[in-house]
T-cell receptor, first 114, second 116 residues
């Protein structure tokens, strides 16, 4: 079974631009979560989607948004990019939301904002 | 509310010696606890998880962890380190009130260095 895939793997943008990252979950998984990983802040939860609905959202500004499609694929969008948005963005999928559900992570998209 | 503290940012061991990565958590509700490993430029891989069954949890690659409620700890151990164990390790707690949403909280990570 194929794992979680994320595209693109690397991205360079300039301040003020916007970016869209894509995540394809493991087949059969309906829950997708997004995380931002930086050396300074570590791994921080962005949001979680299940059945095309946002279930949870982390403490990030409104410039960060996402959506999930009927096939469970998910996209996240960052508008008006700032230098501090440079990070590794990780997507994780699970069968469903839940306390004990195992999340399977993709390799991440590394975003550099110049 | 929940939080997780990984007590060591770096742990250095020699190949063949035991590994201990420490994790303390705080949670107002019955938690699930996880350990993930991240190798350079890779995503996170689940090592093991605790979800209120047996308190001693065995994972992949010889790792295990013990849930100690009285000490609010979930330390990760391995009897004998291998060079391939060198990586970043994350302890994660997930809990919520009944019927609530579970948002996992990640520790800051422990970098395991294995010397030949």
């Amino acid at each position: 079974k194929a794992g979680v895939t994320q595209t693109p793997r690397y991205l360079i943008k300039t301040r003020g631009q916007q970016v869209t990252l894509s995540c394809s979950p493991i087949s059969g998984h309906r829950s997708v979560s997004w995380y931002q990983q930086t050396p300074g802040q570590g791994l921080q939860f962005l949001f979680e989607y299940f059945s095309e609905t946002q279930r949870n959202k982390g403490n990030f500004p409104g410039r960060f948004s996402g959506r999930q499609f009927s096939n469970s694929r998910s996209e996240m969008n960052v508008s008006t990019l700032e230098l501090g948005d440079s990070a590794l963005y990780l997507c994780a999928s699970s069968l469903s939301p839940g306390r004990g559900e195992t999340q399977y992570f993709g390799p991440g998209t590394r975003l550099l904002v110049l | 509310a929940q939080s997780v503290t990984q007590l060591d940012s770096h742990v250095s061991v020699s190949e063949g010696t035991p590994v201990l990565l420490r994790c303390n958590y705080s949670s107002s509700y019955s938690p699930s606890l996880f350990w993930y490993v991240q190798h350079p430029n890779k995503g996170l891989q689940l090592l093991l998880k605790y979800t209120s069954a047996a308190t001693l949890v065995k994972g992949i690659n010889g790792f295990e962890a013990e849930f100690k409620k009285s000490e609010t700890s979930f330390h990760l151990t391995k009897p004998s380190a291998h060079m391939s164990d060198a990586a970043e390790y994350f302890c994660v707690v997930s809990s919520s009130p009944s019927g609530g949403s579970y948002i996992p909280t990640f520790g800051r990570g422990t970098s395991l260095i294995v010397h030949p």
